[in-house]
C-alpha cells in the first residue's frame, strides 16, 4: 500500500483529468501559453485547444462561462490567491514546468542608452537585474500585462529594452543583448466547482 504525506501535491500528471480546452495568459509567446501546451500534451485530445486572453482575470470569466474547460495560472501570479479562495472554482491540481528561456531583448537597430526604460511583466521583474548586461542600467521599469506584451513594446520602440521569453522575442523580432535562463516554476490549473445541492 502507497501512502502519500498529506499537502503533496502530484507534480507529475499521473492522475490529472482529462482536458477539452485550455485558457491561459496570452498573447502568444507568454510562459503561460507554453505550460498550456505542456499540460495540453500531457492531458488533452490530438489537436491543442488552447485559447489565450489579456489577462488571468479575463481567463477565469471564460471559464465561469465555459468558454474553457480549464484554466492554467503561474503561482508567481500576484492575484493568483483570488482563484483558490473563488468558490465557483475548483483547483484541479498542478505541475512543475520551466519557462522558456527569459532575457533582455532589444529591437534590431535600436540605440540602447546605458540608463535603459524595460517593459517587463511585474513577475520576473527581479531577472531585470540579474540579467543586464554590465554598463547598462534601469532607468525605469514599464510593466506590462505579459511578457510578450512587454516585447511589443520593445518593438514598437515604447521602451529601450524588455525582458521577455524566447518565443516573445522570436515573434516580435528582437534580439537578446543579455544570457538567458529558464525558471523552474509551478502551475495550477482550475476548472468549475461542482454544484452544491
Not at 500531457?42 to 482575470?57: A, C, M, N
Not at 540605440?111 to 554598463?135: D, F, K, N, S, Y
Not at 535562463?181 to 482550475?190: D, G, H, N, Q, T
Request: hydrophobic fraction near 40%; aromatic fraction near 8%; glycine fraction near 8%.
Amino acid at each position: 500500500m502507497t501512502t502519500e504525506a498529506p499537502g503533496w501535491i502530484d507534480t507529475a500528471l499521473t492522475n490529472g483529468p482529462s482536458i477539452d480546452t485550455i485558457g491561459t495568459l496570452g498573447p502568444a509567446g507568454t510562459s503561460s501559453e507554453q505550460a498550456a501546451l505542456y499540460l495540453w500534451a500531457d492531458r488533452g485530445k490530438d489537436v491543442p485547444e488552447i485559447r489565450l486572453y489579456d489577462s488571468y482575470e479575463e481567463v477565469g470569466e471564460a471559464l465561469r462561462e465555459r468558454t474553457v474547460s480549464h484554466l492554467v495560472i503561474a503561482n508567481a501570479y500576484a492575484g493568483v490567491h483570488s482563484f483558490y479562495m473563488d468558490p465557483g472554482l475548483r483547483f484541479a491540481g498542478a505541475f512543475l514546468f520551466d519557462t522558456p528561456h527569459y532575457g533582455i531583448a532589444v529591437a534590431p537597430g535600436h540605440a540602447i542608452p546605458q540608463r535603459a526604460r524595460i517593459a517587463t511583466h511585474p513577475a520576473p521583474v527581479a531577472l531585470v537585474e540579474e540579467l543586464l548586461p554590465e554598463g547598462y542600467a534601469v532607468e525605469e521599469i514599464l510593466y506590462a500585462a505579459s511578457t510578450s506584451a512587454a516585447a511589443g513594446q520593445a518593438r514598437r520602440r515604447e521602451t529601450d529594452l524588455a525582458l521577455t521569453t524566447q518565443p516573445a522575442a522570436k515573434a516580435n523580432e528582437l534580439e537578446f543583448i543579455s544570457r538567458t535562463r529558464p525558471i523552474r516554476m509551478l502551475w495550477s490549473v482550475f476548472t468549475l466547482a461542482a454544484p452544491t445541492s
